[in-house]
């Protein structure tokens, strides 16, 4: 299972941020979006090493992210943590 949160560049937890879930950047394998608390979570997706999965993170009026799990691995009191920046 892969899950994390996502908040903007003041700590506010962002809602409907759509996240897609890849290995090596193809197709999306699984798409959710953030809950109220910016949390959001990949339960049908298999582990794969770190490195190899990747997410597109998206949110109208922020600049989209596309990340490897490395940089997605920041954690905050054990949850990975993901700033989205306004455009």
Known sequence: TYSGRVV???DNPLSGVTV???VRGLTPEEIASTD???NY???QFLQAPVGV???V???SGFTTLATD???VATTCSGIPLLRLMVS
């Open 69 to 71: 799990s490395k940089e």
């Open 36 to 38: 109220s608390n910016g």
């Open 8 to 10: 903007d560049n003041n």
């Open 20 to 22: 897609a879930i890849s």
């Open 53 to 55: 999965v990747y997410f």
């Open 57 to 59: 993170f998206t949110k």
């Open 41 to 43: 979570s990949f339960s």
